[in-house]
């Protein structure tokens, strides 16, 4: 295990978007954002930061190499791959397929609520629902379109629904179950119905399981937190949190 106080770097490397978090021991001390393709033209931002270890997830293979060149010259650290040792066992028959935002996601509810099941509702782009049992196997999940991409998806594949304004801007402040409009029944379909998706995805898995915690996170996790009936722990950092417990569970092997 690291230090306490260790001063670790955790980067997630999205393909439009990357985050790179500073963390003293178990404490978020800066979060920074740059475009991934310009990322080489923001690295002189971290020269004055120091480090122990690093970690770094990406689903963005060209801008990878980049950082890790620049982050290996200056502590040892890792690289997140289907084959680095976790501190849980996966239950996947395609695991290099796994996403690493999955992987993460799971390790970050395994700090949290280790020993109890788990599932983690990651609502972005698309809505993940990956489930860790109590004995601390991931199991697997469900991954369903996304909020505004229910939307999208029906005016793309129809030739008479709209794109609605709310399929690229903020959610509707309230979302009728019954729809007494076309847009109206639009919004049901990618909202209302989404709401009961995730409340029958914790019906399903507390039945299972007995005693279940529920853990969201994503870009749209607001949206869910202020809906949903189920008791819900909201964590906007699950996935760095995660990355954090693999790079302490890896450091002596560096």
């Keep these: 295990m690291l230090p306490l106080l260790h001063r670790s770097c955790i980067a997630d490397i999205g393909n439009t978007r990357t985050k790179i978090a500073f963390m003293e021991g178990p404490d978020l001390t800066q979060t920074l954002f740059f475009s991934t393709p310009d990322l080489a033209a923001h690295l002189k931002e971290l020269d004055s930061l120091e480090l122990d270890a690093w970690i770094i997830s990406s689903v963005a293979p060209a801008a990878t190499p980049v950082l890790r060149h620049y982050l290996a010259a200056r502590a040892k650290g890792l690289e997140l791959q289907s084959t680095t040792p976790l501190p849980f066992s996966i239950h996947y028959s395609t695991p290099a397929t796994l996403g690493n935002d ?59 629904l709209p794109l609605l304004p709310e399929a690229e801007g903020p959610w509707p402040e309230t979302v009728a179950v ?75 092997n560096l």
């Excluded at 993460?104 to 949290?112: L, M």
């Excluded at 599932?119 to 369903?144: H, M, N, P, Q, R």
């Excluded at 914790?202 to 607001?222: C, E, R, S």
Aim: contains cysteine.
């Design 102 to 160: 999955r992987i993460a996601a799971i390790a970050g509810a395994y700090t949290h609520f280790s020993g109890v099941a788990t599932l983690v509702i990651d609502a972005g782009t698309c809505i993940k629902y990956d489930i860790l049992s109590d004995k601390g196997v991931f199991e697997g999940g469900t991954i369903a379109p996304g909020l505004r991409m229910r939307l999208r998806a029906m005016h793309t594949f129809t030739q008479a």
């Design 178 to 252: 019954t729809g007494n409009s076309t847009s109206g029944s639009m919004l049901s379909g990618a909202y209302a119905a989404a709401l009961m998706e995730a409340e029958g995805m914790i019906a399903h898995y507390t039945q299972q399981f007995g005693n279940l915690k529920v853990m969201l996170t994503g870009g749209d996790a607001p949206f869910f937190a202020s809906r949903l009936k189920s008791k819900i722990f909201a964590v906007p950092d699950l996935t760095l949190t995660g990355l954090q417990t693999i790079l302490e569970y890896n450091f002596n």
